[in-house]
């Protein structure tokens, strides 16, 4: 048998004697009694020399226990485990250390000792047997013994000898206060956070418009404000909203004005004569000016006044005709008839506005006015509602829910008509009547207004049991259209209609109610009182939001006040895209006043950031390979990047507070203006600006107007090219053709400059200037740079050249100006060099009267001479006049 055999077979032999020998260790630690834990014992060295190390079984690596059961067992030594510590001498001499090298080597071949290894007790009293490294031979080992070694010369403590090594303790980061939406709610006149009742679902109920007339600018002013406040919690707050508006088709004002419509072309289908148009004009106008005399709103005045002075315009010149004989009156009568249209249908009203039975008048007239609603949302870019919902389709509920606040006790019944029980509702506890304007209460002109024109008679009055009391439930007179109820026929109070149709749609309680100003007292205080009566709580609505009146020139807009722009007008001055950023860029809560300085500047603001798209999109068309895109960023760009951070983070704080879009639009401007001096100084130092910085700049800024609803489409960057629907491939398919015409046209100039052919140049000079504006078409020439090619649209190109030839046109007319003023003071110079010096005062014989040889006054007209003072400054001018004729005579000697 070979020595490497017997030593295998007792390396085998050895190891499970070992494995036993722990075991029956370990049985009789558990059995004896004996406290501390088993030992092993070891020596090192023989006869006097003999030292014996002592390990404990249960402080030790089981496997290196193995390993020195394998190494003293079969080698040279016997090891005993006893917790008595009983041990028996070596019986041979033998290499110690390179013996336990190669049994530390073959342990260690299948382990990993390096990747975080720590250092245990048996590891360093394994170490303390080797004096020396290991032979090179053995490789494992003797990086284990360097590997010790080094861990040895750091100082590792007691604790991370003993310690498994672990992960060290991670320091969280402080992190900043995030911004938290708040939104300014009218139920507490302060911002509260925004906070939606069922998760990421918010359910908005907005007033929508009565319609019996156009929709103007005012009502633009809530529902363009509306949308926006919508657009940015759906599209930047990422809340799932649900949007319900209403159609106001069942009021006292349509029906008033339905009825005299109906009245008024009924008079003119009769074609009356000029004495009767007269003589019903002189009727009508009696009860109007006794209506005028008691007004006392200055707003409602000044309109009444405005009416007036229209029929005694046109009253004038048909009185002086008749007057006259003249037979040409029937054109007057009908320019009379037209100035008095309101007057006189209102009188046609009130004389047989009750024999009015024609009931589809009254559904004719909403209709026709709904569909022009319509039309103006979607010119102005208005969201449709998730849900519509028409008064005349939810009568039936509008019943059962005023059947339900009555047998809930904050209502009762009054001749046919149901009335709520306001003094009843605000004495209840849970309840509180007026949340919104509790300082209203009493205000009889604001309920009157309230209840409408055709509900505040006497008779009707009386019916209720306080002047502060509504109705829910009107009795229907002749004249007015009905529906069956339990209290007879009858049609729904105003402010029930909401609440019955925003109570079906979304249930007994909502997260916004909004609408505009005015709207707060009574409507909407009534609306909170019946709904809460209805749904017995005191939370029907969670956040009320109120847009800011809109006003012409300081006076509020309204229909009733005919003082106001409609919608169709607005749109034939400016786009819709002007329209929104002129209330983006106002606060949408507080008052805006429509006027040319308000729309030039929303003009400015939308020209400013149209220049920075167009300025982007040429950079980048600027031809690049692929790993061209990314360059390396300087200080300029690291600069512009925090900026550019910092202006998005104030952007968010501006909408988190109150969706303050004003501040936004003007951190907005800031980060152009930033961007803008980055581009000019790259140009300047001929260097080509960062494409993904200015990129990402440019689809933020995009991104936002987008979620504003200034821009439709799916560019990433810019306005649309080419209005709504034409702008999603018309610059990607033209802008190749145009970047070929723009270098030839580039490479014709260098020639004519080269070779001074100015009508080349006056030609591509034609081209810049006259033909391609009209394409909608901007090619801008810059020194040392390639030509920058820009769509733009056709009506501001045309706009622009006027305004660029306005101004060369006054640059001319000053220039010539200066040029004759700078002649007739050349001519004056002239005749002045004229005089000879001796003339020049003889002439003011009112100033003095006489003179020396020189012509020198030397006295007054009085005949005083002259003071010293006096003398002292008529010489200076005497001796410049010396100068100046001197300097005409040369002139003449020398033939000039």
């Not at 917790?83 to 190669?102: F, G």
């Not at 020209?607 to 390396?632: Q, S, Y």
């Not at 040029?819 to 010096?837: G, N, S, Y």
């Not at 008529?874 to 033939?895: I, P, S, T």
């Amino acid at each position: 048998m070979s020595p490497e055999t017997v030593r295998s077979s007792r390396d085998s032999a050895a190891v499970e004697e070992s494995q036993v020998a722990l075991s029956n260790a370990k049985h009789k630690t558990q059995t004896s009694g004996l406290r501390g834990p088993p030992v092993i014992c070891v020596p090192h060295g023989c006869g006097a020399q003999t030292r014996w190390f002592r390990f404990p079984v249960l402080a030790c690596n089981t496997l290196l226990l193995l390993l020195f059961f394998f190494f003293f067992r079969t080698r040279y030594c016997c090891i005993s485990i006893n917790p008595q510590l009983s041990c028996r001498p070596p019986q041979t001499q033998i290499n110690e250390e390179a013996t336990l090298a190669v049994a530390l080597n073959d342990y260690l071949t299948s382990r990993s000792y390096l990747a975080g290894f720590s250092v245990s007790q048996a590891d360093h009293r394994a170490f303390k047997l080797l004096h020396r490294p290991p032979d090179p031979q053995h490789v494992h080992a003797l990086r284990w013994y360097r590997h010790v070694a080094a861990l040895q010369q750091d100082g590792p403590s007691e604790s991370s000898m003993k310690a498994k090594r672990v992960q060290p303790p991670w320091s969280p980061p402080a992190g900043t206060d995030v911004p938290q939406l708040l939104l300014y709610n009218s139920l507490t006149r302060a911002k509260e956070p925004f906070v939606p009742q069922k998760g990421n679902r918010v359910t908005w109920y907005c007033c929508g418009p009565t319609v019996y007339d156009a929709s103007h600018m005012g009502h633009a002013r809530s529902y363009i404000s509306f949308d926006i406040l919508r657009r940015i919690l759906r599209d930047y707050f990422k809340f799932d909203v649900f949007y319900c508006i209403n159609i106001t088709d069942i009021d006292d004002k349509i029906i008033k004005r339905a009825r005299q419509n109906y009245l008024l072309d009924q008079y003119k289908e009769k074609q009356p004569k000029a004495v009767q148009i007269l003589q019903d004009v002189l009727s009508a106008r009696d009860p109007f000016q006794v209506l005028l005399a008691e007004t006392t709103d200055p707003d409602k005045k000044q309109m009444l006044e405005r009416l007036d002075a229209a029929v005694t315009a046109a009253l004038k010149p048909l009185q002086a005709a008749m007057e006259s004989g003249n037979e040409a009156v029937q054109p007057l009568a009908q320019a009379l008839l037209e100035s008095s249209k309101d007057l006189l249908s209102d009188w046609l009203d009130k004389q047989f506005g009750s024999q009015v039975t024609e009931n589809s008048i009254f559904s004719i007239l909403p209709k026709y006015w709904e569909g022009e609603y319509h039309k103006d949302m979607e010119a102005l870019n208005v969201l449709p509602p998730d849900v519509l919902t028409r008064v005349s389709e939810y009568v039936p509920e509008i019943v059962e829910f005023v059947k339900k606040v009555v047998s809930n006790g904050y209502g009762y019944e009054s001749n046919g008509s149901v009335y709520f029980d306001t003094s009843k509702f605000d004495a209840s506890q849970q309840h509180s009547y007026a949340k919104l304007v509790p300082e209203a209460v009493g205000d009889q002109k604001a309920l009157q207004e309230g209840e409408g024109d055709l509900s505040i008679s006497a008779d009707r009055l009386s019916e209720k049991k306080s002047q502060n009391d509504f109705a829910l439930w009107k009795a229907s007179k002749p004249g007015e259209p009905s529906w069956d109820s339990p209290w007879g026929k009858g049609r729904p109070g105003w402010h029930i209609e909401c609440s019955a149709m925003a109570g079906s749609v979304l249930g007994e309680s909502m997260d916004i109610h909004g609408g505009g100003f005015d709207l707060r007292f009574p409507h909407h205080d009534n609306e909170l009182a019946q709904s809460e009566a209805y749904f017995d709580n005191d939370c029907w609505v969670r956040y009320f939001l109120h847009t800011g009146h809109l006003t012409i020139a300081g006076c509020k807009m309204s229909k009733s006040l005919k003082n106001f722009i409609t919608i169709k007008d607005a749109l034939a001055k400016n786009t819709a895209r002007q329209l929104r950023l002129a209330f983006l860029m106002h606060s949408w809560k507080d008052t805006l006043d429509y006027s040319s300085n308000t729309m030039e500047s929303a003009v400015q603001y939308e020209k400013f950031m149209n220049e920075f798209f167009l300025n982007v999109k040429d950079l980048l068309r600027a031809p690049t390979d692929i790993t061209g895109r990314f360059e390396k960023w300087e200080a300029a760009e690291m600069e512009l990047n925090n900026s550019f951070y910092d202006r998005k983070s104030a952007v968010h704080e501006a909408l988190c507070d109150n969706m303050d879009t004003r501040t936004a639009m003007e951190e907005m401007r800031v980060l152009v203006n930033q961007s803008n001096s980055y581009i000019a100084s790259r140009k300047s130092a001929k260097l080509r600006p960062n494409r993904l910085l200015v990129e990402s700049i440019a689809v933020y800024l995009t991104n936002m107007l987008k979620i504003f609803g200034t821009i439709e489409g799916s560019d990433p960057v810019g306005f649309p090219v080419g209005g709504q629907g034409q702008s999603i491939d018309l610059e990607s398919t033209v802008m190749p053709y145009l970047s070929v015409l723009s270098d030839f046209r580039e490479r014709v100039r260098k020639i004519a400059r080269e070779q001074k052919v100015t009508e080349l140049l006056q030609l591509c000079d034609t081209v810049r200037d006259d033909t391609l504006p009209e394409l909608g078409v901007r090619l801008e020439d810059h020194e040392g740079l390639p030509t920058v090619v820009k769509l733009v649209d056709k009506e501001t190109l045309l706009k622009e050249r006027e305004e660029k030839k306005k101004m060369e046109d006054e640059k001319k007319r000053k220039k010539e100006e200066a040029a004759r003023k700078k002649q007739e003071q050349e001519m004056a110079k002239l005749a002045k060099m004229k005089i000879p010096p001796c003339d020049m005062f003889r002439k003011e014989t009112d100033k003095y009267s006489k003179f020396d040889e020189t012509g020198f006054p030397t006295h007054d007209a009085e005949g005083k001479e002259l003071s010293k003072g006096q003398a002292k400054k008529l010489r200076k001018l005497y001796e410049a006049q010396e100068k100046l004729h001197n300097e005409f005579l040369q002139m003449n000697q020398n033939g000039n």
